[in-house]
């Protein structure tokens, strides 16, 4: 056979795109002859089949040097250009960068040093707390055929607004609107609240605390008295048989000596050095740095009792996400039930949502209806001043609405993730776990009879397993 030319190529090669044109192959038809292959033809050739960009001229190169090679396969000879996808926006929090330095310092045992606790992320009046970072657009990309590929804008992220703080007109940053300590409460709202001190212990000399703000105790709670707070609790003695609530953290030098009464109860983490059949609920993490006795904790995520003992022993533990510790149980097989993947207020929440989402789109169903109709009086000239300003409140209302549904969606949709993600769920053991424990991931439960070293129990394939911990 003779030497093939240019205007019979596509009798012995053909050019297919991949589905997303980001990618072209040259693949040969028929393999016997002798086949002249030259790089200018080659790439008319391509162009005449559609592919005008990101033409591999090395690739063609070794195709005209020894076509032999790739006759009985498919080449990429062309890639396209990937788009970049903007980033997407950030509050940059600025009291947590400023007070880094100024943090209660934590000793080896575990508990904390509140000395300085006072000057811990105060603020004026005034004074910036927290800044937006707006999203950025993506860089378009460009497929093989040379057609625009376009590239997603970054997520905008709004301020999560407490009390006592306010946005500026143009919302790029929040302001303190009072002198206080910056906390953050449920859902990751930023506050300032006052703080009020009581330098020594909660008994009836002081009675019971319910303040609008945070709270620094220097000395103990006692047994039978109550601290409410909206803010932060942080005690530098500890706590026993008390009911101590709050909105945002609660750290505690010292420890929790329950006798099983009171109740520690936070909106955010529950810091200490050990609970001793105490009560304890966290609507984020328990970190303990010593020991957890006889005692029921709850945390939304985590409980951590990782400190130098890292002694679970007794009682129920449970957690959203993983339970660490250094040992679990005793050599005397004290009943121990660790619980992870229970997420109770999630499902609470998700139902909140549903009912939310149902109110939302029935709102903006009635808004459009309304606009639908202004929209046509005005296009027959027929719209009214009044109906003009109805018209113009609608549209606002519409654009409000229409946001409050899509947050909710999206919270409902990262809900649904993380309630469905069991396999996420863990229980870590860094030293031993002894027999007498239970462990329940999600649906499934798994009895330790023999103690087990360096060990994580995961769920997986309808059962709990226990593989090294690392």
Known sequence: MGSESGPNWSEAMQVTLSDDKMEAYLSFKRVEGDLRLNVPELERFLNANGVHF???????????????????????????????????????VLFEQDGENRRPSERDDGSVDYREVIQLANVKAGQLIAKRIPPEDGIDG???????????????VPFKVGKNVVVNAEKTGMYAAMDGLVTRTDKE?????????????VDYNV???????????????????????????????????AEVESDGSIEISGGIIGSNKGLVKAGGS????????GNVQAAEDVIVGQSIMHSNVRAARNILCIGSKGLIVGGLLQAGDRVAARMIGNAMSTATAIEVGVRPELRQELGELRSQIRSLSE????????????????????LSTDKLAMRIKLTATRRQTA????????SMLEIEKSLEDTEASRVDVMNTIFGGTKIVIGRYTRFIKDSVQRASFRFSDGEIVIVPYV
Not at 193 to 201: A, Q
């Open 189 to 201: 709202k930023l506050n300032v609240f006052p703080v009020y001190e009581v330098n020594g212990d």
């Open 363 to 382: 709102s903006l169903d009635k808004t459009d209806k309304a606009l639908v109709m202004l929209n046509q009086l005005a296009a027959s000239g027929q």
């Open 270 to 277: 529950v810091k200490c050095s050990f609970i001793q059949e």
């Open 142 to 156: 460009k497929d093989v055929s040379g057609g625009i590929v376009k590239a997603k804008t970054g997520k905008d």
């Open 403 to 410: 946001d409050e549904l899509q947050d909710a969606k999206t």
């Open 54 to 92: 990101g033409i591999q001229s090395e690739m063609l190169q070794k195709l005209v040097s020894r076509p032999q090679d790739y006759y009985f396969s498919q080449t990429v000879v062309a890639v396209g250009l990937p788009p970049s996808n903007g980033r997407d926006g950030a509050i940059s």
């Open 207 to 241: 009675g019971n605390i319910d303040f609008v703000g945070t709270v620094v105790i220097r000395g103990n709670v006692l047994t039978g008295f109550k601290v409410r707070a909206s803010g932060d609790i942080r005690v530098t003695g500890g706590i026993e048989g």
